[in-house]
């Protein structure tokens, strides 16, 4: 399935007396429009390969229909979100639900469908088919040296077909922990994780990044040996300046200040970049903005003000990945409204006047500040969006696109209905 270039500019020309009417009064409230609308043109954000078909719950999955059923068409469901929004060329791999049989092919198909490959995710978290030992006691923090060294040799395997596809980082997610208290020594939990992590960390290539990915419950609910910001960075502290600290949005305990956490990890040159998504209670995987919309502007504020500070490329000095789950709707409609949320925080994040927000945190005119955050909020950038999209060649309005050319319907014609894709 590929989307028609014609259909697109149709498309826009049908749209574009509307379109135009809203992006002149964007642009009439917004000084600096220009320069955000090529920062939004330049901007990238991964798709997980695991997030094209229906991921269900621990009670059922409802299968959607025409999910994709091997990597060529997981590639070929993300090209479609590129081609409608210019926003997903990049697709996020997890192994082994992804081993490419032909890695020729897959780059060339790639190269063909305009996408990059983005970091690569092990899994040490389910035990495969004909897999020596389990991972049921944990894996890098396992008591067995052997089972610690089978993870680590995953992890290096994993790299290994990161280097065949151009990758350049390597996402270590670990479910490890304990379920009860006395199960496990968390010292040596820690000691034999760190070991493990310095021996991934010692196969990275030099141009490679390695980034610890923490979560605070789930799979163990008692304690998680990668359980939190403090822990990632002390593994990535120890292991070296190629090791960086992952921030999952769904992955802290309620309630958390995940912005000031991602101030502090930029500024401690430790920030990995990010898994989005939204939740309101745990690991919800829910649409990205769907909960907390504010919540989502204010960590790209940080983002956008800690960036800066450090004269860093907002579009490729860290890594922009979505990684979610759909139960109810098509994943990949979700995906579009996702890249549209990401895409409204940071167009606002590049519109706070910091200059005024600097004068106000030094006055302590907390209304002020307050103030300045809150209206640039409420600011509707929508219209700024959708240019970007336009002069990039991608569609004014995706979502409408996706439906009304019916892109779902070809896709189970191509596929049929019960194909089931890999992955959770
Ligand atoms: C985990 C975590 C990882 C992802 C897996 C599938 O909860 O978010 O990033 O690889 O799920
Ligand atoms: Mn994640
Ligand atoms: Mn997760």
């Not at 964007?26 to 990238?44: G, H, V």
């Not at 081993?99 to 092919?105: D, K, L, M, R, W």
């Not at 990535?236 to 912005?259: C, M, Q, R, S, W």
């Not at 569609?395 to 779902?408: C, Q, S, T």
Request: net charge negative.
């Amino acid at each position: 399935m590929r989307i028609d270039k014609q259909q697109i500019d149709q498309h826009n020309t049908d749209l574009q007396k509307v379109h135009q009417k809203r992006f002149d009064f964007a642009k009439s409230e917004i000084t600096n429009a220009e320069s955000i609308i090529q920062k939004l043109i330049d901007f990238n954000v991964a798709i997980p390969s695991w997030a094209l078909g229906t991921g269900g719950t621990r009670f059922a999955r409802f299968s959607g229909a025409g999910e994709p059923g091997n990597l060529e068409e997981k590639m070929e469901d993300i090209a479609v979100l590129h081609a409608l929004n210019n926003s997903s060329g990049a697709i996020s791999l997890h192994i082994p639900w992804d081993i490419p049989s032909n890695y020729t092919a897959i780059k060339k198909l790639a190269a063909d469908l305009n996408l990059k490959f983005d970091a690569m995710n092990s899994n040490t978290f389910q035990d495969q088919k004909g897999q020596a030992l389990s991972y049921k006691f944990g894996s890098l923090q396992n008591t067995n040296k052997a089972i610690r060294k089978q993870a680590i040799e995953h992890n290096i395997e994993v790299i290994k077909h990161g280097i065949e596809l151009g990758s350049k980082a390597l996402t270590v997610w670990l479910s490890d922990g304990s379920c009860f208290p006395g199960q496990l020594n968390f010292r040596k939990a820690f000691q034999n994780t760190l070991e493990g992590l310095q021996e991934i960390y010692a196969a990275l290539p030099s141009d490679w990044k390695v980034f610890v990915e923490y979560k605070a419950f789930e799979p163990n609910f008692y304690s998680m040996t990668v359980g939190d910001w403090g822990q990632s960075l002390l593994y990535a502290n120890k292991l070296g300046p190629k090791a960086f600290t992952l921030v999952d949005l769904g992955h802290h305990l309620p309630n958390a200040n995940i912005e000031q956490i991602v101030a502090l990890l930029l500024m401690e040159k430790k920030l990995a970049g990010f898994h989005f998504n939204d939740s309101k209670y745990g690991d919800d995987d829910l649409t990205v903005g769907s909960i907390k919309p504010y919540q989502l502007f204010l960590i790209f504020n940080e983002l956008v003000e800690g960036m800066d500070a450090r004269g860093m490329n907002h579009a490729t000095d860290l890594g922009w990945m979505i990684d979610a789950s759909h139960n109810i709707k098509d994943p990949l409609e979700d995906l579009l409204q996702s890249i549209e949320a990401i895409m409204i925080s940071y167009a606002q994040a590049l519109l706070v006047d910091r200059t005024i927000l600097n004068k106000a945190q030094e006055n302590n005119d907390v209304v002020a500040a307050q103030e300045i955050l809150q209206s640039t909020f409420r600011t509707d950038v929508r219209a700024i969006v959708a240019e970007a999209r336009l002069r990039a060649g991608a569609a004014l309005d995706p979502i409408a696109y996706y439906r009304n050319n019916k892109i779902r319907e070809s896709l189970i014609k191509e596929r049929g209905v019960n194909n089931i894709a890999t992955g959770l």
